[in-house]
């Protein structure tokens, strides 16, 4: 059984431009979340989307935006790149309290 | 400042057991986590405990938790070289967010 699987693994912008992460998640698993983890630093939260709706916000600016798919697949967007934005960013999928974490993308920000 | 405290570094040699410790905030978290971070990967879950329980113990691994001072530690039995990584402690406050602490790197030596 396939894990959360996360694209692309690694990717490299500028500043001002805008980037689109995907998720998928575990097969059965309906919630996904995603966080943000800079370097030597523990994951920050960023969404949680449940059912296609959004259920949680961490504090992030309006940059960041994300939708949950049908199929329960996810994507996470960010404008106006910025360098701060360089960072490990991670997907976890969970069907209880047991979130299970994707590899993750890791976005560099020139 | 981070709501999960550990301490950044312990280095341990092989076969010796490692203790990581751990505080939380949030007297309502459910469950406890432990997480573990290898050099470019994505977080693999360890083991977690429900709030209720003061130990549970699970191969090499034992948890213990004091509620009362909001205190949670890793056990790990026989470490190895393949042990080495950074371990995150997470507690949810509330069901959808993950509040992740700064990271214990583990080093072992020979």
């Known amino acids: 059984d396939a894990g959360v699987t996360q694209s692309p693994t690694h990717l490299i912008k500028t500043r001002g431009q805008h980037v689109t992460l995907r998720c998928s998640p575990i097969s059965g698993h309906k919630s996904v979340s995603w966080y943000q983890q800079v370097l030597g630093q523990g994951p920050q939260f960023i969404f949680q989307y449940y059912e296609k709706e959004e259920r949680g916000r961490g504090n992030f600016p309006d940059r960041f935006s994300a939708r949950q798919f049908p199929n329960y697949s996810s994507e996470l967007n960010v404008n106006a790149l910025l360098l701060g934005d360089s960072a490990l960013y991670l997907c976890?999928?969970?069907?209880?309290?047991?979130?299970?974490f994707g590899a993750g993308s890791r976005l560099t920000v020139l | 400042g981070e709501d999960v405290e550990q301490s950044l570094f312990l280095s341990v040699r092989e076969g010796d057991s490692s203790v990581i410790n751990c505080t939380y905030t949030d007297s309502s978290s459910t469950y406890l986590y432990w997480y573990k971070q290898e050099p470019g990967a994505g977080l693999q879950l360890l083991t977690y405990?429900?709030?209720?329980?003061d130990m549970k113990q699970d191969q090499r691994l034992t948890v213990l938790l004091n509620k009362k001072d909001k205190h949670l530690s890793l056990r790990i039995a026989d470490t190895q070289t393949g042990d080495s990584a950074i371990y995150f402690c997470?507690?949810?406050?509330?069901?959808?967010?993950?509040?992740f602490g700064a990271g214990t790197t583990v080093t072992v030596r020979a």
């Open positions: 405990i429900f709030s209720n329980m």
């Open positions: 997470a507690e949810i406050p509330n069901d959808y967010k993950l509040s």
């Open positions: 976890a999928s969970s069907l209880d309290l047991a979130p299970t």
